[in-house]
């Protein structure tokens, strides 16, 4: 299915996100969570709009502490970016798409080619 957003785990969290070869988005949440759940159409549009590019997944915190420790993760929803297996941007809270989209933009052409 094209633009999925994937769900990453405390057992592949390395595989999936830090060995990408694509930039990674993610999203660390839980079910309680009510922004987090404000959050999540947005998430699941970016997956979509970025399908290729960039690969989006989420990181249940309750069920995965050992990744949300790993990464400093004190509030929710927290968005990372990792590109090359190291954070290259950082959301905290219900932000606007805008937002995202703006660091998701700042990513992706770092990673493209310098224009002659």
């Known amino acids: 299915m094209a633009g999925k957003v994937l769900e990453f785990s405390d057992d592949d969290f390395e ?41 989006v997944g989420k990181v249940n ?6 990744t949300a420790t790993a990464y400093g993760i004190s509030s929710i929803p927290t968005v990372l970016i990792f590109k090359g297996g190291e954070v290259v941007a950082k959301q905290v809270g219900a932000v606007p798409k805008a937002a995202l989209e703006q660091s998701i933009q700042q990513v992706l052409s770092a990673t493209s080619p310098p224009r002659s």
Do not use: H
Not at 61 to 66: A, G
């Open 15 to 55: 595989t999936q996100v830090i060995n990408s070869d694509l930039p990674v988005l993610v999203d660390f949440w839980a079910p309680w969570c009510g922004p987090c759940r404000m959050l999540a159409p947005t998430i699941e549009a970016l997956a979509e709009e970025y399908d290729g590019k960039l690969r």
């Open 61 to 66: 915190v309750d069920e995965n502490p050992r």
